[in-house]
């Protein structure tokens, strides 16, 4: 029986919801200031705006919902959903005044597909876009990456006790440190680290190519964040293509492998734990999930002779395969090759690989291969029970950060998040097929959306059905936060109408 909400429920999700909201306006204030260094006076003028926006939102909500009373499980969750759509309305403002959108839909789809880390999108004319405007497109994902969460636990909350229940809504579970608040800055610690050391080295192989140095640190700082949140948004049209570096590719395939890894792994490392990083069921799975799907890539393209060196063949194929399986979405190949050259087997294998993805509790999306390691524990422990005595007492067991026995509950959660992907991914499918897309195009950039990865095969467009842009945006949203707190939102909503008091 659903119980309606009482007053009292909605002044706690107004008052966090708000301090989310002002988080998102303190993060704007860094393109601002970029803005103000370029005198690029009009972006400036716009972020002015979309901060007062998110300002007078934030602390308007926070007034009207005044409150002692502290976050619940439920109220958290809806917190946690909630706020990424407003997020998203607010944060769209500035996108939308640049004057390289062209609607407000199509500015949400990138301010969505930027949270989420996804990298897909719409914005017209990037190459010529203010430094501000890029600056402020590659921070969203960035922090989006973390968390948007993540940054009011680590700057705006101040030990609340549902705090918990916030982070696990975003789509995350581990605690690095006893207290969340602990966890989250520890994260910004982590990422902000790897920020100095990825932005630096890919900061020189760009002046190494040629770029001044004010550029090499923008394009550095830029594709650091694209790589480090697998977020896949780059400062050029041609995405990391536009280098035709070696040494710009081995570095950007480092970060997104890296911030791919779950937090709780980096933390074991820095803690000294280096074992972890051969010995956890994530990077096992995830090496195994990721050499199958070369193999299988490289054979279906050295077979169909596209390209005609060995060294440029394993070259393509494993920059695009690891930037799906990480779910980064950078590309060093044009959108529509992966229809005109890499054909079904080859748009297969990577749609296998985006549709896995890499770590839970990381900047990735996807299915994640921690629940790929236990259902696979699961299959090899029901084949054990099937050829053992009856009275055989038979388990699994599997590394995470501890040894950790298999048990039904664990298994049952996987598969429920698993089976939930599985569904998302075939109805968006579906609804591409039903706008009229061939159905390999259909399966590749739904499940690219659905992933939050970012590869595209050409559907994504200013041009594409504003249904499907809806629905992508849908997509991306349920796919980063990993679908219960959405869940909670849409009960919490059926709540309000139909709960009894």
């Known amino acids: 029986m659903l119980l309606r909400p009482r007053r009292e429920d909605h002044l706690v999700i107004g008052k966090y919801t708000g301090k989310i909201v002002i988080g998102i306006g303190l993060l704007m204030v860094v393109p601002l200031l970029t803005s103000i260094v370029f005198a690029e006076w009009d972006t400036a003028v716009d972020f002015v705006i979309s901060i007062s926006l998110c300002m007078a939102f934030g602390y308007g909500t926070q007034a009207v919902c005044r409150t002692d009373r502290d976050l619940g499980w439920s109220h958290g969750l809806v917190v946690a959903s909630s706020s990424w759509l407003v997020a998203t309305a607010i944060g769209a403002m500035p996108h939308w005044l640049s004057g390289h959108m062209g609607s407000y839909l199509d500015a949400m789809f990138d301010v969505m597909s930027g949270y989420t880390t996804t990298g897909l999108y719409l914005m017209q004319d990037l190459d010529h876009i203010a430094h501000g405007l890029n600056m402020w497109r590659h921070l969203l994902t960035f922090a989006g990456g973390q968390g948007i969460v993540v940054i009011a636990l680590t700057f705006l909350f101040k030990g609340a006790v549902g705090a918990y229940t916030v982070y696990v809504g975003e789509g995350k579970d581990e605690r690095l440190l006893p207290n969340v608040v602990q966890t989250a800055r520890a994260i910004w610690l982590v990422s902000l680290v790897w920020l100095a050391v990825g932005a630096a080295a890919l900061a020189i192989a760009g002046l190494a190519l040629g770029q001044d140095p004010v550029r090499a640190v923008l394009h550095g700082l830029w594709v650091y964040m694209g790589a480090w949140s697998t977020g896949g948004f780059a400062p050029q049209s041609y995405n990391t293509l536009y280098y035709h570096s070696l040494a710009y590719e081995l570095i950007a395939i480092v970060v997104m492998i890296a911030g791919s890894f779950n937090f709780a792994l980096h933390w074991a490392v820095w803690t000294g734990s280096r074992r972890e990083i051969r010995r956890n069921v994530e990077t096992v799975s995830f090496a195994i999930t990721l050499s199958l799907t070369v193999l299988i890539a490289t054979f279906a393209l050295a077979k169909a002779g596209v390209y005609s060196d060995a060294m440029v063949l394993f070259r393509k194929v494993f920059y695009q395969l690891a930037s799906g399986h990480t779910t980064t979405g950078f590309s060093t190949i044009y959108s529509r090759a992966f229809v005109t050259q890499w054909g079904p087997m080859g748009m297969l294998a990577t749609t296998i690989a985006m549709a896995i993805g890499a770590s839970a509790c990381s900047t990735a999306g996807g299915i994640k291969g921690i629940r790929i390691g236990v259902i696979f524990k699961a299959f090899v422990q029901d084949v054990r029970k099937s050829v053992s005595p009856e009275n055989a007492l038979i388990s699994e067991r599997y590394h995470h950060i501890r040894d950790i026995t298999l048990s039904d ?58 249904g499907m842009k809806a629905l992508y945006i849908l997509a991306m949203w349920l796919g980063r936060l990993e679908f219960m707190s959405v869940f909670a939102l849409g009960g919490y909503a059926i709540s309000i109408v139909r709960g009894r008091r």
């Open 409 to 466: 509950g664990l298994v049952r959660s996987a598969m429920t998040i698993t089976i939930a992907y599985v569904l998302l991914y075939a109805l968006i499918t579906l609804a591409g097929v039903l706008y009229g897309y061939d159905f390999a195009d259909a399966v590749f950039e739904g499940v690219s959306a659905a992933s939050n990865t970012g590869l595209s095969c050409g559907v994504t467009s200013p041009s594409m059905p504003e």
